[in-house]
């Protein structure tokens, strides 16, 4: 059992033998305050392996290093589910050859599990970890919450190495991740930064558009026919979507309905709503916020979910398929109700599906709240420049100045007609917005696929073109 | 006829917004664009200040638009108000 502790993240590496050519994986729960990926990367590169393929839940600003670790083909190849603007500017530029692969939420599990994308060596950054390697995000200076992500990670790679700022006597009570799948464990001075990794808050926006948005979106859920006991919803963090859940919760309380669970990334509007009794769990593969980590610590319906059970399509079942109402942006959304979270206005990688295209496939009502236009830019287009998720799986786009129902969905429609709101064909948001805005000239797109977008089931539904 | 003897600005870099400014300038109008949006609206943006500056009869100016995503009538305002600031009777 002490034999598992290692001195220094190197000799970890070395014992598990990492070789050129393999695979390493990292979680994101640390998100932009993650110490680890980058601690990690510098150690594997003065060690002189090369051509590794990181297969990543999240990539975010806090790894520009990796542009160097690129550039020296210590990484030739990424998969990932997510990667910030940063980041994504470069490889939109071209920085790679390879074309990195995104997945979703749920996807990247299935594939790790299949055997498709398989791990060679995977870090688990912990915040708490034993000797043994039992770890949990619940505890510790550098607290996250949920491990959520890091489940496939930790069960099915070669070698897993667990990274911690926080050791522990054995056992350690409380362990999201046991250590029957641990390898070695790391004691470092700090996996993160806790500024980073959660925001002390998250915040209802106060922007009047957003604010009329979030009352339509109750609207629309109030009158789905869906809002009763036994309710299931998932949000965003966006301030819109706050909002959302804010009013959401006030319409609970006041008509008396107790739901079930809510699911996702979870924010302290949610634990509020939890602790109110609108739900009667919480379902979390990743906690947002301070309150949220604090929740998930102390409250046992607070309950930490994996990424296969929160949404894998290889999972015998997940959370994402029990859902009623889920609420997600868009950066552009076209006339056959296609969305793109990946790239900007421009085509510049900015996002990554997450749990986007998961929990549209799952949930029986999956609705897109996006302004009509943001910074001059409609958010209607006739062509996304990218399909993250399809218009299939997309039941309704909220805006300020109407809403618009896939007409796949009659009986919504006719349902939120019949509640006097204001129902428009998406064609006709379209030419609202471009009243105001003027119609934007045409992106060219680069000769060079820069990436490939992978559905959930493991088909390719769209490539990313260079900038 | 109008004449920019000061450099003045008006507008912000906020998003949605633009930050114009004016500047004295010999023979002519010059016009600088740089907007998030280039590559949709970069022509209706040099189009604009164009006009306003037409209408309200400047012939002689270095105009610099450093746009956030401003609507078209945001563009004309800030143009027009970045003028008023730096002209000569103001």
């Known amino acids: 059992m002490a034999g598992k502790l290692v001195k220094s993240i190197r000799e970890a590496i070395q014992l598990a033998g990492l070789k050129d ?7 994101h ?16 590169a003065a060690l002189g392996v090369k051509e590794l393929t990181l297969n990543a839940s999240s990539l975010f600003d806090t790894h520009a290093e990796l542009e160097e670790h690129i550039e020296n083909r210590v990484v030739t190849k990424i998969n990932t589910n997510y990667m910030s603007s940063g980041l994504g500017r470069r490889i939109s530029e071209g920085l790679m050859e390879a074309p990195v692969s995104f997945r979703t939420h749920g996807g990247r599990p299935r594939d790790i599990q299949l055997g498709i994308t398989p791990i060679d060596v995977a870090f688990i950054a912990a915040p708490t970890a034993d000797c043994a390697g039992n770890c949990s995000g619940k505890f510790g200076p550098s607290a996250c919450g949920s491990l959520g992500y890091a489940f496939p990670d930790a069960m099915y790679a070669k070698k897993v190495i667990v990274i911690t700022d926080n050791l522990v006597d054995y056992p350690l ?13 790391v004691r470092v001075d700090a996996i993160g930064n806790p500024q980073g990794i959660v925001s002390g808050t998250t915040k209802i926006t106060r922007d009047p558009v957003g604010l009329i948005m979030a009352q339509t979106a109750v609207k629309v859920i109030k009158h789905s026919g869906l809002l009763k006991d036994g309710f299931s919803f998932q949000t965003g963090a966006g ?25 996702g990334g979870i924010t302290g509007y949610l634990v509020d709503m939890l602790e109110a009794g609108c739900f009667e769990s919480l379902m979390d593969v990743q906690c947002f916020d301070l309150k949220a980590v604090e929740s998930i610590r102390k409250n046992p319906a607070h ?21 009623d109402v889920v609420i997600l942006g868009a950066t552009e959304i076209d006339t056959d109700f296609n969305v793109n979270v990946h790239t900007d206005s421009s085509g510049y990688i900015m996002g990554g599906s997450g749990g986007h295209s998961d929990t549209a496939a799952g949930a029986k009502l999956s609705m897109i709240i996006a302004p009509l236009f943001r910074a001059r830019l409609p958010i209607v287009t006739d062509h996304v420049s990218c399909i993250s998720t399809p218009g299939r799986d997309i039941d309704v786009l909220v805006t ?8 796949k969905n009659q009986e919504l429609m006719l349902r939120l007609k019949d509640a006097g709101l204001n129902v428009m064909d998406i064609q006709q948001l379209k030419a609202v917005a471009e009243r105001i805005t003027g119609k934007p000239g045409h992106l060219t797109r680069g000769e060079r696929k820069v990436a490939e977008v992978i559905y959930r089931d493991g088909t390719v539904i769209d490539s990313i073109y260079s900038v | 006829m109008k004449k920019i003897i000061r450099s003045a600005t008006a507008g912000t870099l906020e998003s949605s917004d633009a930050l114009v400014t004016v500047a004295p300038h010999e023979n002519g109008v010059v016009i600088e664009v740089d907007s998030v949006v280039q590559k949709q ?3 209706e943006i040099f189009r604009a200040v164009e006009e306003t500056l037409r209408a309200l009869e400047v012939k002689d100016a270095r105009v610099s638009v450093v746009d956030r995503g401003a609507l078209d009538c945001v563009i004309r305002a800030r143009v027009e108000t970045a003028v008023l600031r730096g002209e000569e009777d103001a």
């Open chain 2, 41 to 43: 609206f970069g022509e």
């Open chain 1, 21 to 27: 050519g393999m695979s390493i994986s990292f979680h």
């Open chain 1, 303 to 323: 309950q930490e979910i994996s990424a296969m059970q929160y949404a894998s399509p290889a999972a015998k079942s997940a959370v994402v398929d029990n859902l």
């Open chain 1, 400 to 407: 300020q100045r109407g809403v618009a129902v896939n007409p």
């Open chain 1, 239 to 263: 301030g819109a979507s706050l909002a959302a859940a804010s009013y959401l919760k006030n319409v609970m309380l006041q008509e008396n309905i107790r739901g079930s669970f809510a699911s």
């Open chain 1, 29 to 44: 729960h640390l998100r932009n305050g993650d110490y680890t990926l980058n601690l990690v990367m510098h150690e594997i």
């Open chain 1, 173 to 185: 009570k409380g362990w999201s991740i046991p250590e029957i799948y641990v390898d070695y464990v």
